[in-house]
């Protein structure tokens, strides 16, 4: 996976943060539209946690696996 596609249907502006399974942050920043992408291409290989939280502090988590 090249790509992480965070999708908030819950309308525009949200923070995310991308972790290692060690709980280090690799990636983390806020967007003030519904979707962001991501460029995964400089994370190592192995499993990833995504964590989104909208505006009014609903939270998404998702794992990714990058190869």
Known sequence: TDELVIDMT???GFTYS????????VHSGQSSAEREV???RSCAAGTYIVQAKDERGRRALKSVVVE
């Open 18 to 25: 991308l972790s290692d399974m060690r709980g280090q942050v």
């Open 38 to 40: 991501l460029d995964l």
């Open 10 to 12: 819950s309308g525009p």
